[in-house]
């Protein structure tokens, strides 16, 4: 039991050399969505950049995925 507890208080850190882009783009999403989409005051430009930095990430990172296998 004692194993689980210190294990479960350890902050998660994730493999993907994407997730920090992920992360700024899920955080740029979900403002967008209550503060201003909720509202019916919204851009289709929000979070633009964010989501191209991310989706570059996932493409370069697949393609290498891709090679290894």
Not at 17 to 38: G, I, M, Q, T, V
Not at 45 to 50: D, K
């Amino acid at each position: 039991m004692g194993l689980l507890s210190r294990k479960e208080q350890q902050p998660r850190v994730s493999t993907s050399p994407c997730a920090h882009l992920r992360a700024a783009y899920h955080d740029c999403f979900n403002r967008w969505y209550s503060e201003k989409y909720l509202k019916g005051q919204w851009d289709k430009e929000e979070c633009v950049s964010e989501w191209g930095k991310y989706r570059a990430c996932l493409v370069v990172s697949g393609n290498f995925f891709y090679r290894l296998h």
